[in-house]
């Protein structure tokens, strides 16, 4: 209770005019930046850092963490109506969201992706005010070994559970792995299959290829299939319209409240962050929910695991930096960054010593996440001319806005080729029925798979039996074989229910 008389203390901090507009700017810049591909939370907030080196460090941190939640809102936009993620959280959101758009549902769609972060988001900031210092000692517990085996668990769901065939699953989420070990050696920093060629030298960049692979892939589709984007022209979307049926709450709400809890503790986690969390709680739906079956073909359900996850996420990966000063993702480095600029030092002091400025920032996160509701509900009548254009002259657009995002990552011309590539392979390996989403998600936790599992050998003098002798370790491994076993062993006993 004494953390709540604290947050209202804090109210008082975060309702003054100046915060107020700070976290408003701040929500809608992020709403935007995470609706442009190849930009993200991680570009926006290193940009926009500069505009608050004379605000008041309060001020300044709540337009920081706007900008952060806010990107979690926006990177729907794009991926609902474009097939576009525009950040790597949105992936799992474009399964289900452009799923419905293609069945004229995209009002729906948006709508349950708004109502899903804003319950995510408001259950991520009630944990991290009641349970903040608490929270960031438990994530100290994941040290490399752990980190390992949570990897190793989400690279078994990834393969297993997605795709029509668990094989097809399994080759992508390989086919992704080896992609992205490309480049120089994390740990040795020896080269691999680089070529020679220099731009390969730092491995292959995420944005190009998430773009190219939902996107372009699209662009070449419509040009071979006009017929079946027919849907771009036909949807007027309304707010009236574009509300949830009883029946879609009661599938939004309790997924996106178990993907809340879930995607907080996760995104405490150092090294985490919001996008293993909207992959393990879709995987998680996909597995738990009554429409599990479902999920990948245009299911509010879907959209809400994935939503609440990366917002509750966005959320917990404050409470290891401002009780530990630890960041959880590369964007919470870069709010570390601005605490550090204005002085401030992050640790278990910070909470009684800067008390106006750790719970001024806990209780503009709630105004925050309102206001980002609000922003993103408004626009959705708005998004109506998107989907009024005919497929003949979207496709234009989509591929100017593939190769401007593809070139944003790094400015370079080599990011386009890139980009132009992978769409070309994600066409071949849709029409051959291979999932594509598990080779982004390989793509993505290969590297953080890496690092770690070099880091536990390191630590047990090169010994495996590290990650057997730690008890979240072994928990997670021993789950990890269930997921495993449990279908095989029910298709022997029971073929009939198995393939049900």
């Given amino acids: 209770m004494e953390n709540f008389a604290f947050l209202f203390q804090g109210f008082s901090v975060a309702l003054l005019p100046a915060n107020i507009l700070a976290a408003l700017a701040g929500a809608f810049m992020g709403i935007v930046v995470g609706a442009m591909p190849g930009i993200g939370s991680l570009a926006g907030c290193s940009l926009l850092l500069p505009l608050t080196f004379h605000m008041n460090?309060?001020?300044?941190?709540?337009?920081?963490?706007?900008?952060?939640?806010?990107?979690?809102?926006?990177?729907?936009?794009?991926?609902?109506?474009?097939?576009?993620?525009?950040?790597?959280?949105?992936?799992?959101?474009?399964?289900?969201?452009?799923?419905?758009?293609?069945?004229?549902?995209?009002?729906?769609?948006?709508?349950?992706?708004?109502?899903?972060?804003f319950l995510g988001g408001t259950i991520g900031i009630i944990i991290l005010t009641v349970l903040a210092p608490t929270l960031a000692k438990v994530g100290l517990k994941f040290g490399p070994a752990e980190m390992v085996s949570l990897l190793l668990l989400a690279f078994c769901s990834i393969g297993w559970m997605m795709g029509e065939d668990p094989k097809y699953g399994l080759i992508s989420t390989f086919l992704g792995a080896m992609l992205a070990l490309v480049g120089m050696d994390p740990v040795n920093g020896q080269l691999r299959f680089t070529g020679g060629n220099v731009n390969l030298y730092s491995g292959l960049t995420f944005i190009p290829i998430v773009i190219g692979m939902f996107?372009?892939?699209?662009?070449?589709?419509?040009?071979?299939?006009?017929?079946?984007?027919?849907?771009?022209?036909?949807?007027?979307?309304?707010?009236?319209?574009?509300?949830?049926?009883?029946?879609?709450?009661?599938?939004?709400?309790?997924?996106?409240?178990?993907?809340?809890?879930?995607?907080?503790?996760?995104?405490?986690?150092?090294?985490?962050?919001?996008?293993?969390a909207s992959f393990l709680c879709y995987m998680t739906g996909k597995k738990v929910s009554k429409r599990g079956k479902d999920f990948g073909t245009g299911v509010v359900q879907g959209i809400a695991c994935s939503e609440g996850a990366n917002n509750a996420a966005a959320a917990g990966a404050f409470a290891p930096l401002l009780s530990l000063g630890l960041p959880g993702s590369g964007t919470a480095a870069v709010l570390l960054g601005g605490l550090m600029m204005w002085g401030l030092q992050p640790g278990p002091r910070l909470?009684?010593?800067?008390?106006?400025?750790?719970?001024?920032?806990?209780?503009?996160?709630?105004?925050?996440?309102?206001?980002?509701?609000?922003?993103?509900?408004a626009v959705i009548p708005f998004l109506?001319?998107?989907?009024?254009?005919?497929?003949?002259?979207?496709?234009?657009?989509?591929?100017?806005?593939?190769?401007?995002?593809?070139?944003?990552?790094?400015?370079?011309?080599?990011?386009?080729?890139?980009?132009?590539?992978?769409?070309?392979?994600?066409?071949?390996?849709?029409?051959?029925?291979?999932?594509i989403a598990p080779l982004l998600l390989a793509f993505v936790l290969t590297s953080t798979l890496e690092t770690a599992l070099s880091q536990a050998f390191k630590i047990n003098g090169g010994s495996p039996s590290i990650f057997f002798t730690k008890p979240i370790s072994l928990g997670l491994l021993i789950a990890m074989l269930l997921l495993i076993l449990v279908p095989v062993i029910a298709k022997k006993v029971n073929p009939k229910k198995a393939a049900e």
């Avoid at 998107?386 to 002259?393: D, F, Q, R, T």
């Fill in 57 to 117: 460090p309060t001020t300044g941190i709540i337009m920081l963490a706007g900008i952060y939640y806010g990107n979690m809102y926006g990177g729907a936009f794009s991926a609902i109506l474009l097939n576009i993620p525009g950040d790597a959280p949105a992936v799992m959101t474009a399964l289900d969201g452009y799923a419905m758009t293609k069945k004229g549902k995209a009002g729906k769609a948006l709508f349950a992706a708004n109502f899903a972060s």
């Fill in 215 to 276: 996107g372009f892939s699209q662009v070449i589709e419509m040009m071979t299939n006009r017929a079946e984007f027919n849907f771009l022209g036909g949807e007027k979307l309304t707010i009236k319209g574009s509300l949830l049926t009883k029946e879609e709450i009661k599938g939004v709400a309790p997924n996106a409240v178990r993907s809340g809890l879930l995607g907080c503790f996760i995104g405490i986690l150092p090294g985490a962050g919001a996008t293993i």
């Fill in 351 to 377: 909470f009684t010593e800067q008390a106006d400025f750790c719970w001024g920032l806990l209780a503009s996160m709630y105004i925050g996440n309102v206001i980002c509701i609000i922003i993103a509900i």
């Fill in 384 to 435: 109506t001319k998107i989907l009024k254009v005919p497929a003949g002259i979207m496709a234009p657009i989509i591929m100017t806005l593939c190769v401007v995002g593809a070139y944003a990552a790094n400015n370079n011309i080599f990011d386009v080729y890139v980009m132009i590539i992978a769409g070309f392979v994600a066409y071949f390996l849709n029409k051959s029925k291979y999932p």
